[in-house]
């Protein structure tokens, strides 16, 4: 109805306008803890600095979930898709979250990278989003020593991007809550950094781009979550850009390579 309609833009412009009040100083305070960092202090009061900046960031990555996941519901998050080549996203992706495993003692292995032609209709920015969440958690949810595979492959319905870890698992009853907003399952328990709306939120952009998500759990065997998206052609390189790629010299460093090869 009408009446809904408007109740429901008017929450969502009141979370737009809170999300900007509150942006606005939690930048200050990462902007100015970078800045202390930079000009010279002990080894612990850096670390204390960092945590700031740690806190800061996880707040502002909060307050954007809960503005997108809104959007959502009130069917106004705008979406751009596009072809997106899968191997530059998923190597961007690993490159992101490789940081994350070496400070928990996680293996990060790509098992089977996606074909060069490997081509999904997607928007490039909230696939990214969506791989990244999948990782973080794989890695986060993991067990020290652990690991996290990531699998691409050609399905009927298109391309599967699939990250399995070694973690605890999930219950056949977790598995019913898990695409619920703040939802956090035993994550409590675990004392794992988050809010629950991770995946809530990547299923419903998912489910936007044409595609869905699904899991695969057992306690104690660890858990794959599979996204599967539509196949679509690779963008074509147009002849000029071809030929001029085909043409131009050699940079530098490559004739220095060549010259002394």
Not at 149 to 172: F, K, M, Q
Not at 184 to 197: K, P, S, Y
Request: one cysteine or more.
């Amino acid at each position: 109805s009408d009446w809904s309609s408007d109740v429901c833009s008017s929450d969502l412009e009141f979370l737009a306008n809170m999300s900007h009040e509150i942006r606005t100083p939690l930048n200050a305070i990462s902007g100015l803890a970078h800045l202390v960092r930079r000009s010279g202090v002990s080894p612990a009061q850096d670390h204390r600095l960092a945590r700031i900046e740690d806190a800061s960031r996880h707040l502002l990555d909060v307050i954007s979930s809960i503005l997108d996941l809104s959007r959502i519901e009130a069917g106004k998050l705008p979406l751009s898709t596009e072809p997106v080549l899968l191997a530059p996203l998923v190597e961007d992706c690993l490159s992101l979250m490789l940081p994350l495993a070496r400070e928990r003692g996680v293996s990060l292995v790509l098992d089977a990278p996606p074909t060069s032609e490997a081509c999904v209709q997607a928007d490039p920015t909230r696939l990214r989003q969506v791989l990244l969440n999948l990782l973080s958690n794989a890695i986060k949810y993991n067990r020290p020593g652990g690991r996290v595979g990531l699998a691409c492959a050609a399905e009927a319905a298109g391309w599967s991007t699939a990250v399995r870890d070694s973690g605890a698992g999930l219950s056949a009853e977790q598995l019913q809550q898990l695409f619920q907003p703040f939802e956090r399952l035993a994550a409590d328990q675990a004392d794992v950094e988050g809010t629950g709306i991770g995946l809530a939120l990547s299923q419903r952009l998912v489910r936007l781009m044409g595609g869905q998500i699904t899991v695969d759990s057992a306690v104690g065997e660890g858990s794959t979550f599979r996204v599967l998206l539509p196949r679509t052609e690779a963008p074509q390189v147009p002849a000029a850009t071809a030929h001029q790629l085909a043409t131009e010299p050699p940079a530098p460093q490559q004739r220095a390579a060549a010259a002394s090869g």
